[in-house]
Structures are given as C-alpha cells and as structure tokens.
C-alpha cells in the first residue's frame, strides 16, 4: 500500500509536466483528464495513507511537491492561453505565496524547526487548494468543449455550458486568491509562534 501511495504522488508530479506540452499542442482534453487524475490522486493517496497508517517523511514530501507543481505548473499555462489581467494577476499572487510560505519553512528547517499545517477550524490552505483544481478543471474543461465545438455542432446549450465553465473559473480563481492570503496568514501567525521558541 505504501508503494501505491507513492506512486499516486509520483503520478502527480509527472502529470503536472505531462500537461505543458499537451496545452502547448491543444490537447485540451488529455490535459483536462491528466489534471482530473491528479486532483484525485491528491485526496485518494491522502486517504489511503491515513487509513492504513502508511504515512512516511518521504511520502508526504512527494505529495506536497506533486500539490504543487501540478497546480502551479497548470496556472502559468492558463496564464499563456488567457493573458488578461483578472486571471494573470490572481496567478502572480498565489504563485508568490507558495514561494513566501516555503520561504518560512526554510528558514524554520535551519533552525531544525519543523512548519506544520497551522491548526485552526477552517483549513484555509486545504480550502485553497480545493477550489484552485476546481478551478483548473473549469478551465480545462471551458477549452476541451471549445475546440471539439465546429460551427456546425455549436448550440445553445454548448454556449450556456462554455459561459458557466467560464464564470466558475473567474470567480473560483479569485477566491483561491482569498483563500491563499488568508492562509499565508495563517503560516505567518504559526512561524511567529515557532519564531518566539528560537534562542
């Protein structure tokens, strides 16, 4: 069970490369279901580790790299294929809160202090990352509908599914970005608190 969890991790990082280029060649759908995996992936191998208590210091590295990049990786290219303000200035923000919050970590680990996922009753970080695959899916799944679309298949229901899609984008982008200054705070008040223990 151990392996399978790694693996799923592993299958993440490697999926959030494999997406680059099947963007870049407008392979829309095999990125919109490459991204669907991972999504998955990220709850499944959580669950699976927890319930068979198979939780390793390697295994939860890979998965927060695979979190990360498979997210990270999918936000730049949407940023390419949309290069409009209210989806590249979101992006900025989330992407320098990532490099801001493994800024504190770093510093904690030459301390040999460890940064643990501050412990309140609303998660924003698990929040954020929720609706930023939510997101990424809608998006996604706005271009693969787009481009399977011909003039002659177009219709009133495919238009209205296209405009949700892409209304669900707009407003999930900007509430990861919500959800991730809400978390960096977070961190921010935990790093103070481990700050203090610093002699």
């Known amino acids: 069970m151990k392996f399978f969890v790694n693996f799923l991790s592993a299958f993440r990082i490697a999926a959030s490369f494999a997406i680059i280029p099947t963007l870049m060649f407008q392979w829309y759908w095999v990125s919109f279901f490459l991204f669907l995996l991972g999504a998955l992936s990220d709850w499944f191998d959580g669950f699976l580790a927890r319930k068979y208590n198979v939780c390793t210091k390697l295994g939860g590295v890979m998965d927060h790299i695979g979190d990360k990049l498979i997210v990270v990786n999918t936000l730049i290219m949407l940023t390419v294929m949309m290069p409009v303000w209210f989806v590249i200035v979101p992006v900025i923000i989330m992407i320098a809160r990532e490099l801001y919050i493994s800024g504190l970590r770093e510093f904690l680990g030459t301390q040999k202090i460890e940064m643990p996922v501050p412990k309140y009753r609303f998660s924003m970080g ?51 970005l919500v959800a991730s200054l809400w978390s960096a705070s977070q961190y921010t008040v935990t790093f103070i608190e481990k700050l203090k223990k610093i002699k």
Do not use: C, E, Y
């Not at 929720?130 to 899916?137: A, D, E, G």
């Open 126 to 176: 698990k929040i954020k990352t929720t609706f930023q695959m939510i997101t990424i899916t809608a998006f996604l799944l706005m271009f693969a509908l787009a481009h399977a679309i011909t003039p002659d298949t177009i219709s009133k229901t495919s238009l209205i599914a296209m405009n949700v899609l892409s209304q669900m984008g707009i407003f999930g982008i900007w509430f990861s």
